[in-house]
Nanobody, 115 residues
Framework: QVQLVESGGGLVQPGGSLRLSCVAS????????MGWYRQAPGKQRELVAL???????NYADSVKGRFTISRDSAKNTVYLQMNSLEPDDTAVYFC?????????WGQGTQVTVSS
């Protein structure tokens, strides 16, 4: 059984930074399409950042220049560095990976941006 576990969320003031991590564990042969999504109260889940083919990345317009996705393939881990956080970034953040050609989601980690 494959499991994704996120960490790094919390409460931060506007303008602050957080770094999210997501580790995949279990019987893993391949990992593709590592990405981060978020869901704010009353809104649909939306893409934040994603590794597409190879090392190419795709970001939501609202986070470009502020967020950076990175990964450590040896550790089956994807990261999301979030800088210049704004109240509108408040949401539950989920990681998603395609592991062994199946889609898996983490349980989510809460990010709250408030003074």
């Amino acid at each position: 059984q494959v499991q994704l576990v996120e960490s790094g969320g919390g409460l931060v003031q506007p303008g602050g930074s957080l770094r999210l991590s997501c580790v995949a564990s279990g019987r893993i042969f391949s990992i593709n399409d590592m990405g981060w999504y978020r869901q704010a109260p009353g809104k649909q889940r939306e893409l934040v950042a994603l590794f597409t083919s190879g090392d190419n990345t795709n970001y939501a317009d609202s986070v470009k220049g502020r967020f950076t996705i990175s990964r450590d393939s040896a550790k089956n881990t994807v990261y999301l560095q979030m800088n210049s956080l704004e109240p509108d970034d408040t949401a539950v953040y989920f990681c998603k990976m395609v592991v062994n050609f199946l889609h898996y989601w983490g349980q989510g980690t809460q990010v709250t941006v408030s003074s």
